[in-house]
């Protein structure tokens, strides 16, 4: 598992079988959206299932270091990426 930072914030990364594929929440932060409040799910849902995977903490757990709570986990393609910025680019989190 690689963190790097993208607009100010972490985005967990890893490679699956020469694939690389992101935490969907931290993609949709680092797009500036309100994940608590809506949840990771309701954005990604303009992404083709083939570029989703959800995961559980006991099949990646580097994915999960440092982390509380919910042990599942949404990972998006780089082309589940791409959808993501070309739909959410430029929207701001939403007030308070």
């Known amino acids: ?10 985005v967990r990364h ?8 992101f935490s969907g929440a931290d993609v ?4 500036g959206l309100d994940v608590a409040r809506r949840g990771a799910s309701t954005f990604l849902r303009v992404v083709p ?3 989703v995977k ?8 580097a994915m ?18 791409e959808v993501l ?3 959410f680019r430029g929207l701001r989190r939403s007030p308070g």
């Open 64 to 81: 999960f270091e440092g982390r509380r709570g919910y042990r599942m986990m949404n990972l998006v393609s780089e082309v589940g990426v």
């Open 85 to 87: 910025i070309d739909r």
């Open 49 to 51: 299932r083939s570029e």
């Open 54 to 61: 959800l995961v559980s903490a006991d099949l990646l757990p």
């Open 1 to 10: 598992m690689v963190a790097t930072e993208c607009n100010g914030s972490p």
């Open 28 to 31: 949709l932060r680092a797009l």
């Open 14 to 21: 890893i490679v699956l079988k020469g694939r690389r594929w």
